[in-house]
Nanobody
Framework: QVHLAESGGGLVRPGDSLKLSCAASGVTKSSHVLGWFRQAPGKEREWLAAINYITASYADSVKGRFTISRDSAENTVYLQMSSLKPEDTAVYSC??????????????????WGQGTQVTVSS
């Protein structure tokens, strides 16, 4: 049984950094791709990054500012966000897909989802 739980969201100022965590039980590095998405009010869910057993991939909108990483020992995936902007305000969610490799950017690609964590960037 896969269970995902995000944490680390909050209120930050423009230019700040924030690190989100996703505790992923029932997931292994060799069998699951993990991704991060966000959804702002009135907007569609947006793919941000994904990591499989060998590589990480990023949306152009966050490349260079966001970093996805995975701690296999703790079964946790992280999203390190830097130079945050007001337009980064959204609910951030992690998701898992039962595949070892590949890059998956659509929310329909993923089977398992966390409940999300709110990130608000405001001065």
């Amino acid at each position: 049984q896969v269970h995902l739980a995000e944490s680390g969201g909050g209120l930050v100022r423009p230019g700040d950094s924030l690190k989100l965590s996703c505790a992923a039980s029932g997931v292994t590095k060799s069998s699951h791709v993990l991704g991060w998405f966000r959804q702002a009010p009135g907007k569609e869910r947006e793919w941000l990054a994904a990591i499989n057993y060998i590589t990480a991939s990023y949306a152009d909108s966050v490349k260079g500012r966001f970093t996805i990483s995975r701690d296999s020992a703790e079964n946790t995936v992280y999203l390190q966000m830097s130079s945050l902007k007001p337009e980064d305000t959204a609910v951030y969610s992690c998701a898992a897909k039962s595949r070892r490799s590949g890059v998956y950017t659509l929310d329909d690609d993923y089977t398992y989802w966390g409940q999300g964590t709110q990130v608000t960037v405001s001065s």
